[in-house]
């Protein structure tokens, strides 16, 4: 078998169905393989940055590792976005892209690119291939670096002459082969104990959850804490889907547009239990002032994280999954009736707002619609900006892996593709993606790939006219000089909905909104919905960069 063969024989004992790529003269090989191939579903995507994006949202959606695929020098280097997105949230992918041959590698060749020096830092790990003879073996171990321990993104290089090469190919690895790499799963039974018995003591303690709660599949144990200890819980924009949103102990989102209640608890607990956070600085604000009065435990599979920002008392490294399991199997049922009244009284005071209006489509009111027409049962993506924070406030979420977003890097243009990864993986799910007229616009091409394989995403805009997240912070720190962010009227959704071939509706009145998302969700293909919301709505409550969590300001709402 050639290389190509190989590399494909490689994927199907992966459990790899499905390939995000675009070809190119060094992967020509491989494709010419993929022509004959029944078992592995090439999507042709318009951009490499899509595939990227389409592998991480396949990935993040069914817990599964995505696989991209783009050809040398410019294909490669297309991917780097949807890489350094995928590194920062933790994500399982392993991209896969081609080479000039050997023996022109470091010769400037045509379309060549060191791809694995520029993704070093954006990767958990890379390999170029060599020698044909490595190839099983580097995508054994890629897959298992991708999905095991702290997931994250393995870029595997594959030289043209390893594509055509020739060999004997009798079997595919049973082991991975990574002299070294152990990461550490169970928690060490001393720490878990010092953990149980500083929670039994602690009178206000709050559970601080983040993606790797998702990440390690550990909902259900979540859960069976909170109801064994009556411990509220609080969520990272990575992880608003780990935790019911209508569980009485959810609090919601904390940090910059977190809840009031979320960010007061967080301040006022005697115990805060991270779990699978990693205390990013949108989280913590002011770090000389997070959590002034608490005692920390940190559970992490990620030793390097672990008081990497903040200084924690008790770390518990391993899985989320099997440590909270261990603790709630150690520690006794409790209530903290005090505690969970003071957290009531707050939602109760403060709950997320917004003034509403009778003609006026309010982007607020687009999302509560949303959530309450698909019950929580929904696929959520979003782009990035306001957009993507009013969907974080107003969704209502009931199962993990049912909201991706773009965290870490905050990457404008993922939430489309993602959404049509997502719809991949879940072909009988409703796949939405909420976006803004600016974010959309980043990756809008991919509307061909998804009217091309019939991914019936449906996209609502929120369209105000500006790049709305940077033009709330040039009129609250810039004296309102809006410098390059008023964007109105720079394309017309419907026709380019039109001209692709998919649904486009616009809806300017308030009245129209409900019985559109109706309309547009029991559509059988692809839509975009151009809703035409308030010029200059801002998100609130917002904690100001450098102010400690306490320090909100919601313009005049409260």
């Not at 410019?74 to 994500?91: E, F, H, Q, R």
Request: hydrophobic share 40%; proline share 4%.
């Amino acid at each position: 078998m050639n290389g190509s063969q190989i590399l494909l024989e490689c994927l199907k004992k992966e459990g790899v169905d499905i390939v995000f790529g675009y070809p190119g003269g060094v992967v020509l090989p491989l494709f010419d393989a993929l022509y004959a191939e029944k078992a592995i579903n090439l999507v042709l995507v318009r951009h490499e940055q899509g595939a990227a994006h389409m592998a991480d949202g396949y990935a993040r959606s069914t817990g599964k590792v995505g696989v991209c695929l783009a050809t040398s020098g410019p294909g490669a280097t297309n991917l780097v976005t949807g890489i350094a997105t995928a590194y920062m949230d933790s994500i399982p992918m392993v991209a896969l892209t081609g080479q000039v041959a050997t023996s022109l590698i470091g010769n400037d060749a045509f379309q060549e690119a060191d791809i694995t020096g520029i993704t070093r830092p954006i990767v958990k790990h890379n390999y170029i291939v060599k020698d044909i003879k490595d190839l099983a073996q580097t995508i054994k171990n890629a897959f298992h670096i991708a999905s095991t321990g702290k997931p994250g993104p393995v870029l595997v290089d594959l030289p043209k002459d390893v594509f055509t090469s020739e060999m004997d190919f009798t079997s595919y690895p049973s082991h991975p082969n990574l002299r070294g790499y152990k990461p550490v799963c169970e928690g060490n039974k001393l720490q878990i104990k010092k953990a149980v018995e500083m929670i039994e003591k602690a009178e206000r303690p709050l559970l601080y959850v983040g993606g790797g709660v998702v990440l390690s599949g550990a909902s259900e144990e979540l859960m069976k804490l909170v109801e064994k200890t009556e411990i509220p819980v609080t969520t990272t924009l990575m992880a608003m889907d780990a935790f019911p949103s209508d569980h009485k102990l959810n609090l919601g989102m904390l940090g910059m547009h977190g809840t009031r209640c979320a960010n007061y608890a967080v301040q006022e607990s005697d115990l805060l239990i991270a779990v699978g956070a990693r205390f990013d600085d949108r989280v913590t604000g002011k770090v000389a002032d997070f959590a002034p009065h608490a005692k920390i435990i940190h559970i992490d599979i990620d030793p390097t994280s672990i008081s990497k920002i903040v200084k924690v008392d008790v770390p518990v490294v391993g899985d989320a999954k099997n440590i909270l399991k261990e603790i709630t199997s150690q520690i006794k049922k409790m209530e903290h009736k005090d505690w969970v009244k003071q957290t009531e009284e707050w939602s109760k005071e403060f709950p997320l707002t917004y003034r509403d209006s009778e003609t006026e489509i309010k982007p607020q009111y687009v999302v509560e619609k949303i959530a309450e027409l698909t019950k929580g049962e929904a696929i959520i993506t979003t782009e990035v900006g306001q957009n993507q924070m009013w969907a974080a406030q107003f969704s209502k979420f009931k199962k993990p892996r049912t909201f991706l977003t773009s965290g870490g890097l905050g990457t404008m243009g993922y939430g489309f593709p993602a959404a049509i990864g997502a719809q991949a993986g879940n072909p009988d799910k409703l796949v939405i993606d909420i976006a803004g007229d600016g974010s959309i616009q980043m990756n809008i091409q991919e509307l061909a790939t998804a009217v091309k394989y019939n991914y019936p995403v449906k996209i609502v805009i929120l369209n105000n006219g500006w790049l709305g997240m940077v033009r709330q912070w040039q009129e609250l720190f810039f004296g309102k000089r809006y410098s390059s962010t008023f964007i109105e009227d720079s394309v017309d959704f419907v026709k380019l909905a039109e001209a692709y071939g998919a649904k486009g509706y616009r809806i300017e009145k308030k009245a129209d909104v409900e019985k559109t998302l109706k309309e547009a969700f029991a559509h059988k293909g692809l839509v975009i919905m151009d809703f035409k919301t308030s010029r200059e709505e801002n998100v609130w409550p917002m904690v100001p960069t450098g102010a400690a969590l306490h320090s909100m300001i919601d313009g005049g709402l409260a």
